[in-house]
């Protein structure tokens, strides 16, 4: 796995390497607006994982995910904070983002 320092950094990383879908949150799921693909827990894995804490402001910890789907054969990435500030999603996706592999 790489080295990044930012999350600019890993998102750049990812892209160059065909992870160039963006997933968001949509309704407990993560969804792609390009591709108009709902990914529930089972329909991807998590290949990478990067974390980035902030030093000043704990609004800037986040987490980058590399997420793989061979049920849609795509490649993209997801950008979570995490913390107090992490968005709310089910306590499935949730497990599932604490578990990659």
Avoid: C, W
């Avoid at 080295?3 to 969804?31: I, M, P, W």
């Avoid at 980058?64 to 795509?74: A, L, M, P, R, T």
């Amino acid at each position: 796995m790489e080295n990044y320092q930012t999350v600019s950094e890993a998102l750049a990383g990812l892209k160059n390497r065909g992870f160039n879908l963006d997933f968001n949150l949509a309704n407990g799921v993560l969804h792609s607006s390009s591709e108009n693909i709902y990914l529930q827990p089972d329909d991807f894995t998590i290949s990478e994982l990067y974390r980035f804490e902030g030093m000043s402001d704990p609004g800037d910890n986040s987490i980058v995910y590399g997420i793989e789907s061979d049920k849609y054969h795509v490649k993209g990435v997801f950008v979570n904070a995490y913390g107090v500030y992490s968005d709310d999603i089910s306590e499935e996706l949730l497990k599932k983002l604490n578990t990659p592999g």
